[in-house]
């Protein structure tokens, strides 16, 4: 895995979640949390920012990564309706860099929920790192 990838994946997560607060006026912390095992690790940042509508992103979270054409005009489209502030892009990243990327939405106790539920306080992504190679000695499948 790449440290640049991880640090920009990372950073674009965060940033993401500080500017959903910032818009809402969430005062709650974001949280990132770390967990460190002998074979893997897990980093979950979870935040108050009143979650997204992910069918509003310029491509669809389920598609295959190579699907994904990042210069189509949906993506310019994306860019221009947000004044070039928002990208698209720092969910898309994390599914690149990380073995495995779990989304979710929290409601205002921190519990995980449906999107459709009408009870979203925030959003949830879970990334995990697995140290471990295939005996062909290829990272693991994302």
């Known amino acids: 895995m790449d440290d640049n990838l991880i640090r920009v994946s990372l950073l674009e997560l965060i940033s ?12 709650d912390p974001v949280i990132v949390d770390f967990i460190c095992r002998r074979q893997s690790a897990t980093i979950e940042v979870v935040d108050r920012g ?3 509508v992910p ?6 979270l389920a598609d295959p990564l190579d699907s994904i054409d990042l210069m189509n005009s949906t993506f310019r489209k994306y860019r221009e309706d947000h004044d070039n502030r928002r990208f698209g892009m720092g ?15 929290v409601d205002s106790q921190g519990k995980t929920t449906p999107w459709f ?7 949830r992504v879970e990334l995990g790192i697995d140290y471990r190679r295939p005996a062909e000695g290829k990272p693991n499948e994302r």
């Open 50 to 52: 009143g979650g997204f």
């Open 91 to 105: 969910l898309y990243i994390a599914r690149k860099t990380f073995h495995s990327f779990t989304l979710g939405f």
């Open 117 to 123: 539920s009408g009870l979203v306080a925030g959003t």
């Open 55 to 60: 069918s509003r992103l310029p491509y669809n």
């Open 16 to 27: 993401n979640s500080l500017r959903a607060h910032h818009e809402r006026g969430a005062t």
